[in-house]
Every structure is written in structure tokens, then in C-alpha cells.
């Protein structure tokens, strides 16, 4: 174990995919999903809503909340939620700035979404204070969880087909979204 978690024997470096100029992320107005250089997207919330191109995978589009804040959105639904964008990639990286504090369940990281029950994920259950971080695939490659910089979760399986990344929460209270992004990475 330590080889692999500690060493990373056997394990391929994975790199992004190569650089190229394309909008300025930044210069986006409020719920625009901007795409970013190397082809991926980036979203900052701002505005009402959910960004165009955003898709309900799972759950009720009704009964999902999203309240503007100075800095990004807050999120809730009174049952479980599984949001997508983008297109398909086979290899990618996903990441997100989420503040748990008004929150209690589980906000999850999804990757490779190909239908509502076929995914993989990076999930942070809240209870109280207590956190517990998952890494799964709801239907293996090589797969690392990562909080506040510092690698959570570490497994390996097979290579996921391609598919969306997202967000999904579940539990009551609110998630605050502040960034969600996903770029695509190539084997070395």
C-alpha cells in the first residue's frame, strides 16, 4: 500500500491537455459557462439560476433552489439532485470551491456522468461537524480525491468511458457553489 499511496509506483502521471488561448474566465458575465483554454469550462455563479447548458441528470428541476450571493450561489433541493455540463470527455480533471456551513448530507463531485445512476464521484458526507470523503463509481482506472490541496482518497479500476462532470447534493440545508470547472487530461 504504501508503494502505491505513498510512492505512486505504478501509477501513470496523467498531464493537461496542451494549452491554447481562449476567453478570459474572468471577463464572463454572471451564469455563463465559459470555455477555458486546453477545451475545458469553467462556471462562476453570479446571476439567477443555473447556467444555459446545465442539465438535471437526476431529480426535480422544480424543486431545486439556487439563491444568488455576493461570491458564487447558493444550492438546495428538498431531494437528491445530479447536475451536468459540458461535453464528454474520457480522461478529465473536476474541481470545485463548495462552502458546507448551512449544510448537512452529501455534496458530490461527479465525473463521467453517462445517466443517472452510471458516474463516478469524489463525495463529502457532513454531519455536525464531521466529514467523511468518499470516492466511488456508481455502476475502477485510477481515481484521487482531493480537499483543500491535500489528496482525501486514492483507488484505481478500469478506464470510466467518457462522460459530463457536475455536481450533485443531497441532504437538507444549502451548498454554496463558489466555481465548478472541469478540464480534459491526456495520458502521458
Do not use: C
Amino acid at each position: 500500500a504504501r508503494l502505491v499511496y505513498d510512492l505512486g509506483v505504478d501509477v501513470r502521471a496523467v498531464q493537461a491537455a496542451p494549452l491554447v488561448p481562449g476567453p478570459d474566465a474572468s471577463a464572463a458575465s454572471a451564469d455563463e459557462l465559459v470555455q477555458v483554454a486546453g477545451g475545458g469550462w469553467s462556471w462562476k455563479p453570479g446571476g439567477d439560476g443555473l447556467p444555459p447548458g446545465m442539465e438535471v441528470v437526476a431529480g426535480d428541476a422544480g424543486r431545486i433552489g439556487v439563491e444568488t450571493a455576493p461570491q458564487g450561489a447558493w444550492l438546495s433541493s428538498q431531494a437528491p439532485v445530479l447536475l451536468a455540463v459540458g461535453e464528454p470527455f474520457e480522461g478529465m480533471e473536476v474541481s470545485a470551491d463548495l462552502d458546507l456551513t448551512g449544510f448537512e448530507g452529501t455534496a458530490t463531485l461527479v465525473h463521467h456522468v453517462r445517466g443517472a445512476d452510471d458516474y463516478d464521484f469524489v463525495s463529502v458526507q457532513k454531519s455536525g461537524n464531521e466529514l467523511l470523503i468518499v470516492q466511488g463509481r456508481q455502476s475502477g482506472t485510477h481515481f484521487r480525491g482531493y480537499v483543500g490541496g491535500e489528496m482525501a482518497v486514492h483507488g484505481h479500476g478500469e478506464a470510466a468511458a467518457a462522460g459530463r462532470a457536475g455536481l450533485r447534493i443531497e441532504g437538507p440545508g444549502r451548498v454554496r457553489l463558489l466555481r465548478l470547472a472541469a478540464t480534459p487530461i491526456a495520458d502521458e
